[in-house]
């Protein structure tokens, strides 16, 4: 059975969302890099909010660990 991850995120809480649940899987950034076909740094600038993705990517990201990506207007 897949296991789904609810969370309302925003550009501005992606990333420690993104280290809280990788670490919640217990992934490193190494794996989840790997996983998500990311470097290992882009993976850390994201997590530290240095740098933010594409929607693309960061829907990506989400699924692989184990969210969906809902988009809302405002």
């Known amino acids: 059975m897949k ?3 609810k969370a309302e995120l925003t550009i501005d809480n992606l990333g420690s969302w993104m280290k809280e ?3 919640f899987w217990g992934y490193t950034q190494e794996y989840l890099a790997k996983k998500t076909g990311f470097h290992g740094n882009t993976i850390r600038r994201y997590e530290s909010d240095e740098s933010s993705p ?3 990517d960061a829907e990506g990201i989400i699924k692989v660990l184990g969210g969906e990506l809902v ?3 405002q």
Request: charged residues 60%; hydrophobic residues 35%.
């Open 54 to 56: 594409t929607l693309e």
């Open 3 to 5: 296991r789904v991850i």
């Open 21 to 23: 649940k990788r670490k």
């Open 71 to 73: 988009i809302r207007e």
